[in-house]
T-cell receptor, first 115, second 109 residues
Framework: GAGVSQSPSNKVTEKGKDVELRCDPI?????LYWYRQRLGQGLEFLIY????????KSGLPSDRFSAERTGESVSTLTIQRTQQEDSAVYLC?????????????FGPGTRLTVL | GQNIDQPTEMTATEGAIVQINCTYQ??????LFWYQQHAGEAPTFLSY??LDGLEEKGRFSSFLSRSKGYSYLLLKELQMKDSASYLC??????????WGAGTKLIIKP
């Protein structure tokens, strides 16, 4: 595609519910990244994929968070049993390859609000 | 630990020049990025520096001093549309991007 796309753009959910956030990277980009950005704060790195593999999951905030990627394309970030502190914008980015200085291109983000 | 420092907020006047500083302490260095982020939007790439010196790109220039762990983004002929947050990010020895908290730039007429 022309750019990174994410869906939904906005998600409002009740505390305790599960949510799935989707990211479609730029076609041909083998690396995909997930970040969290709380209001007025910087980017918090969550996880990256090289191909369909996520070598390091230590950035995920808790075991309620999981992510997967299939077909070296679309990725989903799942948050189980959402808490109010999960409210943030979740940004996805992609680049040609990981372990490089390739520029990361960002999607528009999903704004998650947990009531 | 790894640390990126930027001023939280800066104010400048339309038509003027502003310099946004970034200092870093990271485990290794494989380049420094500047991104622009308008409120409610995704960050967009501005520049990448890996060698010392100044790189100019239109109204925007970025400078790097690796020995000092220091970079700045220089914006000339400021326009109202330049009101945004400017994020500094360093690529460490593991090629992971370490992000600063960003500098909110407010442009006044």
């Amino acid at each position: 595609g022309a750019g990174v796309s994410q869906s939904p753009s906005n998600k409002v959910t009740e505390k305790g519910k599960d949510v799935e956030l989707r990211c479609d990277p730029i076609s041909g980009h083998t690396a995909l990244y997930w970040y969290r950005q709380r209001l007025g704060q910087g980017l918090e790195f969550l996880i990256y994929f090289q191909g369909n593999s996520a070598p390091d999951k230590s950035g995920l905030p808790s075991d309620r968070f999981s992510a997967e990627r299939t077909g070296e394309s679309v990725s989903t970030l799942t948050i189980q049993r959402t808490q109010q502190e999960d409210s943030a914008v979740y940004l996805c980015a992609s680049s040609l390859v990981a372990f490089s200085t390739d520029t990361q291109y960002f999607g528009p983000g999903t704004r998650l609000t947990v009531l | 630990g790894q640390n990126i420092d930027q001023p939280t907020e800066m104010t400048a006047t339309e038509g003027a020049i502003v310099q946004i500083n970034c200092t870093y302490q990271t485990s290794g260095f494989n380049g420094l990025f500047w991104y622009q982020q308008h409120a409610g939007e995704a960050p967009t790439f501005l520049s990448y520096n890996v060698l010392d010196g100044l790189e100019e790109k239109g109204r925007f220039s970025s400078f790097l001093s690796r020995s000092k762990g220091y970079s700045y983004l220089l914006l000339k002929e400021l326009q109202m549309k330049d009101s945004a947050s400017y994020l500094c990010a360093v690529c460490d020895s593991n090629y992971q991007l370490i992000w600063g908290a960003g500098t909110k730039l407010i442009i006044k007429p």
